[in-house]
């Protein structure tokens, strides 16, 4: 019996989105999916019962930083890391492609791999893509992605060519080694902001997308416009029968604009990254609780959020638990940014299955103004 499949539920009649289902075997997931980013085999802040309860379906962590601490080795020990985190629902752990070449203190690329030096003691390590699935086979989470370069936003055409080609030849490497019928393998789409590259690359990985595939390389500091052009370019090609992962993007517009797209997966540190420096999404866009002008505001963080957060605190509570240092503070504006891009989600999906995603996407933007700027 096959262990991974996914279904088109309804498609939106005016854009590229879609409402599905993708079967895993550790629970179905419902699409499109905001997925909360564990790093460490943890969402900072947040416990799994209370992502359960807020209705977290999916959660991601990283490969290079459980690579590094604890190992991958400990974990497989442990029974992998659903038993580790005692995460019963459905996990996905990138490649570490993206950590290799942005945190470590040195790295050399070749085509057999990377070689680099620890960000934390500086010791050296070789990660080619073989490893990188050993790794992630070890790690036993139920989506995995193929090992790949993501070239920089203002790399040049011959710099981003390059690491696409990369890319495409570490994939077959990828799915060579990969043999484990328990975890799905998504290849991951390069080819930085050039069109052409980016088509090139989609067409060559198609081949190995049986489960999902993805597109790295994007919200990497190009404008959004570059980006959202790259995703138009893209949209009529890619398979109908598998699911479209947008690699570290999360913000609310970028939702409803990956998802205008053809998008079904996202995932983004930004909810806990903003909320651990005293900021909070709400339906009126950000807040940023710190400030004096909260200091007497006795009213909940989103008069339209039923959080845990919103239903029990103000403004001015959370003011004071910020600005004391009181871990309190960033544990509670986790949860409620985590809430928050999840109940959007959901109410995405619920626009699309009712054919008024139009009418959704039109009312969120006349709150946050036409700028769409998070």
């Known amino acids: 019996m096959e262990k991974f499949s996914f279904e088109v539920i309804k498609q939106d009649k005016k854009s590229g989105a879609r409402a599905g289902i993708l079967h895993t075997p550790h629970g179905d997931i419902e699409t499109p999916i ?57 996990i996905l752990t990138d490649s570490g492609g993206f950590q290799v070449f942005s945190l470590a203190k040195l790295n050399d690329i070749k085509d057999e791999g990377v070689k680099f030096h620890s960000h934390i003691d500086g010791s050296v390590h070789l990660i080619t893509p073989e490893k990188a699935i050993d790794i992630e086979n070890n790690l036993g989470a139920d989506i995995i992605m193929a090992f790949d370069q993501c070239s920089e936003y203002g790399a040049t055409y011959a710099q981003s060519e390059k690491a696409m080609y990369r890319t495409l030849g570490w994939l077959d490497r990828c799915y060579k080694r990969h043999n484990n019928p328990e975890q799905a393998l998504f290849p991951i789409v390069q080819g930085n902001v050039f069109n052409d590259l980016r088509l090139k690359s989609l067409k060559e990985t198609v081949p190995y997308a049986k489960h999902g595939i ?21 949209l009529p090609h890619y398979p109908t029968h598998i699911p479209r992962y947008l690699m570290g993007v ?71 638990l910020v600005n004391v240092g009181e871990m309190a503070g960033s544990m509670l504006l986790s949860m ?39």
């Not at 442990?78 to 019963?88: Q, T």
């Not at 993805?214 to 893209?234: Q, T």
Request: positive net charge; contains cysteine; charged residues 25%.
């Open 34 to 90: 905001y997925m909360p980013v564990g790093t460490q085999a943890t969402v900072k802040g947040i416990l799994p019962k209370d992502l359960k309860d807020i209705g977290a379906q999916i959660i991601l962590s990283n490969t290079y930083h459980l690579y590094m601490r604890p190992g991958d080795e400990l974990v497989a020990k442990a029974g992998g890391l659903h038993k580790f985190m005692n995460w019963d629902r459905p």
């Open 214 to 234: 993805a597109i790295g390389g994007l919200s990497v500091g190009e404008p959004k416009p570059i980006m959202y052009n790259v995703l138009d370019e893209l």
């Open 250 to 320: 999360g913000s609310p517009d970028c939702l409803i604009e990956g998802v205008l797209r053809g998008i079904d997966m996202f995932d983004c540190v930004l909810a806990t990254r903003i909320a651990r420096n005293g900021t909070a999404l709400t339906s009126r866009g950000r807040i940023v609780v710190r400030n004096g002008k909260y200091k007497e505001d006795f009213t909940p963080l989103d008069p339209e959020c039923d959080c845990y957060c919103c239903r029990n605190y103000t403004k001015a509570y959370l003011r004071h």
């Open 336 to 374: 409620h940014n985590t809430y928050f891009l999840l109940s959007m989600i959901k109410k995405i999906r619920n626009a699309i299955l009712n054919d008024s995603l139009e009418d959704f996407a039109k009312e969120f933007y006349e709150k946050y103004g036409t700028d769409k700027n998070f």
